[in-house]
């Protein structure tokens, strides 16, 4: 293509770019919007491949970001399915706890529950079996009726065909290479944009550099993959979570039903070994392979013992007997036969604080009169994407008056 121009570039057709270009179009009524993305389709990465889960918000402390986007995502979506006439699964989640340490922890999500304003219901284990008989609890369980399970990709393609329908221009096969003072270079050419918005997910670090933001950070990609049932095998009535360990982003092997019904074990967080491996040798690039398992050994052999234990229980997820064993600490019936295909693999971005080695575990953006850059649209992104994107639009209208 010649130079285009635009008054607004977002980079990254994910449910974060996308949501955040509907949201533009509506606050700066007239501006020329595009969007440019690598894939030939939006949602073809992360946003395409995650659960569906529109979390409550109650695992968060309430003074993150990610507590209120969640809180206020959730029914923000739930709305969004009525209004749009996209199916949803509103079957609630248990959480449950398998002993004394895990049933005392259930004390700090009732807590976070109350501070984040989340409807949570704390139950005894025969209550908790009214509701799901196969449940294996300690003494009590935490109910919540507003989790739900959505399928991603129709909330994708639905939030595509509206932000088209509002004038946004999308660019797809259309990869960003690099930037210099007023342009961006992309594999078709080059784009003269008043501003950028960076949302490219697992490449959101890279570009943020280009612009001089995020210097110490970068992103890790961690695969989910989720382990479905067969059709014969003995199904639950809601999602199923164990206690999280609070002090690590991912939440444990758990029961979800999809909004189609299916129900499903998972997801990993295992270490992959470049940006986009989702099978073994997939989209390989020797560089990106370099740096990345450099990255990961590092953090593995470094003096964190948490995330070395971590990267070893994930890992042990490969296996399918493995996985349905993580399943048995939480229902009674679960047998190896009754899971007998993996579901397509999706990859988490992980923003790492390269001078502590800790994993960021809220939102984190930078910006300017310029740029602005989502260097963590850290999980549950999906679930808040329309309240983050608003704040985005804020923080964005903000730097430009």
Request: net charge neutral.
């Amino acid at each position: 293509m010649a130079t285009e121009t635009c008054d607004f570039l977002v980079i990254g057709g994910g449910v974060v770019g996308v949501t955040i270009a509907l949201k533009l179009s509506d606050a700066f009524q007239g501006a020329k919007i595009l969007l440019i993305e690598k894939e030939h389709s939006t949602g073809m990465h992360a946003s395409g491949r995650n659960s569906g889960v529109l979390h409550a918000g109650f695992y968060y402390t309430a003074d993150s970001l990610k507590a209120r986007f969640t809180r206020d995502g959730n029914l923000a979506w739930r709305a969004y399915c009525r209004e749009h006439a996209i199916p949803i699964n509103e079957s609630g989640k248990l959480v449950v706890a398998q002993n004394e340490e895990q049933d005392k922890a259930i004390d700090t999500l009732i807590e976070r529950g109350r501070l984040n304003n989340i409807i949570l219901e704390e139950i005894s284990a025969d209550e908790a079996r009214k509701i799901e008989p196969r449940i294996k609890t300690w003494k009590r369980a935490l109910f919540s009726p507003t989790t739900a399970t959505v399928d991603p990709v129709e909330i994708m393609k639905s939030l595509t065909e509206e932000a088209e329908q509002k004038g946004v221009h999308f660019y797809l096969n259309t990869a960003y290479q690099s930037s210099t003072a007023n342009e961006v270079v992309t594999s078709k050419g080059k784009i003269n944009a008043r501003y950028v918005v960076n949302c490219a997910g697992l490449y959101s670090d890279k570009i943020a550099h280009d612009y001089g933001f995020g210097d110490q950070y970068y992103l890790l990609p961690f695969k989910g993959i989720y382990l479905y049932a067969s059709e014969a095998a003995p199904t639950v009535r809601t999602n199923i979570y164990p206690v999280p360990d609070l002090r690590n982003p991912f939440l444990g092997v758990h029961f979800t039903i999809s909004a189609s019904g299916h129900v499903k074990l998972g997801p990993t967080a295992i270490p992959a070994l470049w940006p986009e491996q989702y099978h073994w040798n997939s989209n390989f690039s020797a560089g990106e392979f370099m740096q990345t398992s450099g990255r990961h050994m590092r953090l593995v052999l470094g003096g964190d013992n948490r995330f070395r234990k971590l990267a070893i229980e994930e890992m042990k997820k490969y296996s399918r007997s493995y996985m349905v064993s993580q399943a048995q600490k939480l229902a009674t019936g679960v047998e190896t036969a009754h899971f007998d295909h993996w579901g397509k693999p999706g990859i988490r971005a992980q923003l790492i604080n390269k001078h502590t080695q800790d994993l960021e575990m809220d939102f984190i953006v930078e910006g300017d009169e310029r740029s602005f850059h989502v260097l963590n649209a850290v999980s549950p992104a999906f679930t808040c994407a329309l309240p983050f994107a608003d704040h985005v639009v804020d923080q964005i209208n903000q730097k430009l008056h």
